[in-house]
């Protein structure tokens, strides 16, 4: 019985499914604190677009929030400054460590014409972010970002 033999070119495999990437970005102080302004009443979907971001974000993580440790001094910085209960800052910021993907920044650079969003430029560049979402967009010029720039609307409609 003569044996024979297999055809010595295989199939190649099915390529595998390309895992859908979460979006990467970094969010700008004015929409963490303008969300969590949004917070103090009762929350109703649909009247603060930084709060039903944030909502949103720490309901379903539907993006990868970036942070520095830059980033994470100004949030609490200002919130401070704006009288937030201290208990409800640290609340909000373990929550966004827990849960965001911290960027080690190599370097400074000079991109926004407002000197204390250039940790959110430069934490957007190097870690690689799709977006920036602001309710400043003139501190983000497009044009000097891989990043798209993004109001919250635009980012829960996109």
């Known amino acids: 019985m003569p044996i024979v033999k297999r055809d010595v070119h295989r199939r190649s495999p099915l390529p595998r499914k390309a895992k859908k990437r979460k979006r990467r970005g970094v969010v700008d102080t004015s929409v963490l604190v303008a969300g969590v302004s949004g917070f103090r009443r009762p929350y109703i979907p649909g ?42 800052i640290g609340r909000i910021v373990n929550l966004i460590r827990e849960r965001a993907e911290e960027v080690k920044a190599r ?39 891989e990043a798209t720039v993004l109001s919250p609307r635009q980012m829960i409609e996109s």
Do not use: M
């Open 107 to 145: 370097y400074a650079a000079e991109i926004s014409p407002d000197p204390k969003d250039d940790p959110f430029c430069v934490c957007a560049e190097q870690g690689k972010a799709d977006f920036i979402v602001t309710l400043n967009p003139s501190d983000f010029p497009a044009e000097l970002l």
């Open 47 to 88: 009247r603060n677009p930084s709060a039903d971001l944030l909502h949103d974000w720490a309901e379903k993580s539907d993006f990868t929030w970036l942070i520095t440790e830059d980033i994470l001094d100004e949030y609490k910085e200002v919130l401070k400054r704006l009288k937030v209960r201290p208990a409800l």
